[in-house]
Structure formats: C-alpha cells, structure tokens
T-cell receptor, first 114, second 108 residues
Framework: KAGVTQTPRYLIKTRGQQVTLSCSPI?????VSWYQQTPGQGLQFLFE???????NKGNFPGRFSGRQFSNSRSEMNVSTLELGDSALYLC?????????????FGPGTRLTVL | AQRVTQPEKLLSVFKGAPVELKCNYS??????LFWYVQYSRQRLQLLLR?????SIKGFTADLNKGETSFHLKKPFAQEEDSAMYYC??????????WGAGTKLIIKP
C-alpha cells in the first residue's frame, strides 16, 4: 500500500499570506488528522476529518481550517500567516476516527513564515 | 488536566545496556497509552500501545495506574534504537495528547 503523502514538502511564505497544505491518506482510510510540530510546543493536534466531516478540533485559532474531499484527501488552510505558524505540519490517516486504529503519518510539510 | 510528561529530553546509553524511557500521564479516566518512534529521516510511526501488550523490537511498556506511568523499556539497547521517542495518551475524543519526546542515543 502506498503511504500517506503530503504536498508540498517545503513552503516559504511571508506574514499575512495564506497557505494550503494537502494530505492524501492511505487507500481505504477515511480519517485524516492534522498536527503541528514545533520545537517549543511539540506535537499538537489541530483537527480531524472523517468521511468529509470535522470530528474534532484542537485549541487553535480560526485562522486554521481544513476540509476533506469525497476521496478522503484533506487540505489544511492557514490564513493571515504569523511568524509563529512556522512549523512542521503532519497529517495522519487511519481507518476509524481518531486514534482507536493505528494512525499512519505522512512525511510532513515544513512551513517557514518570514 | 490531561497531560503527558516525558522528563528526559535526551537519554544516552551504551550499546548492550538497558534502556528506560520515562512517561508519566495525568488523566481522569481509564487511560490508553502509546509509544511512537521517529528514526532519522523517517516518518513518525507507532511502536506499541498498551492494550495490545506486544513487544516490538524488544521494547515493552507496562501501564502502572498507581504511579500514572507508562515507561518504555528494553533490556539490551542496540545502535538502531537511536531515535526520537514520543509517549501519547488518547483522550475522550480519541485524539492524541503528546509528550515532548525523548531523544535516545545509543553509543557504540
């Protein structure tokens, strides 16, 4: 099976811009979770989509949003970028919602905000 | 508050020595805990979860509810065990709360 893929792998943006990240889950997986990883805060849960519906949301401002398509691919959008949004963004897919099934992680998208 | 604490940012041991990576948690319900590992230039991946009670790559972890701990252990470290290890707790919404991670270095 092909693993979870994320595009792009690297992004450089400036403050105030917006960005869209993409995640393609493992075939057959209906859940996609997004995480932010930074040296200061570690891994933090952003949100989860299951069958095109947002199931859960972490403690992030409304500038962070996402969606999931009928083929389970998911996108994450960050508007009005701030310097503190610089991070590695990981997505993970699983068959069931949440961490009840094993989550398989993508390689991440490294976002740098200048 | 729900929280996972990994007190050691870095742990360095010699090859062949025992390894113990500490994880403590705070959770009011019945906890479900995980260890994830990230080898250099590889993806984050599940190492083990306590409900499966498996031993993966020689690692084991026992849930101690009295001490609210889920320490990861291996009797004889190997160089290929060098990696970043994360302890995680599944909350009531089935989402993961992560520890800060411990970098394990196995010296030859």
């Amino acid at each position: 099976k092909a693993g979870v893929t994320q595009t792009p792998r690297y992004l450089i943006k400036t403050r105030g811009q917006q960005v869209t990240l993409s995640c393609s889950p493992i075939s057959g997986h209906r859940s996609v979770s997004w995480y932010q990883q930074t040296p200061g805060q570690g891994l933090q849960f952003l949100f989860e989509y299951f069958s095109e519906t947002q199931r859960n949301k972490g403690n992030f401002p409304g500038r962070f949003s996402g969606r999931q398509f009928s083929n389970s691919r998911s996108e994450m959008n960050v508007s009005t970028l701030e310097l503190g949004d610089s991070a590695l963004y990981l997505c993970a897919s699983s068959f069931s919602s949440g961490a009840r099934d094993t989550q398989y992680f993508g390689p991440g998208t490294r976002l740098t905000v200048l | 508050a729900q929280r996972v604490t990994q007190p050691e940012k870095l742990l360095s041991v010699f090859k062949g020595a025992p390894v113990e990576l500490k994880c403590n948690y705070s959770y009011s319900g019945s906890p479900e805990l995980f260890w994830y590992v990230q080898y250099s230039r590889q993806r984050l991946q599940l190492l083990l979860r306590h409900i499966s009670r498996e031993s993966i790559k020689g690692f084991t972890a026992d849930l101690n509810k009295g001490e609210t701990s889920f320490h990861l252990k291996k009797p004889f470290a190997q160089e290929e065990d060098s990696a970043m290890y994360y302890c995680a707790l599944m909350d009531s919404n089935y989402q993961l709360i992560w520890g800060a991670g411990t970098k394990l270095i196995i010296k030859p």
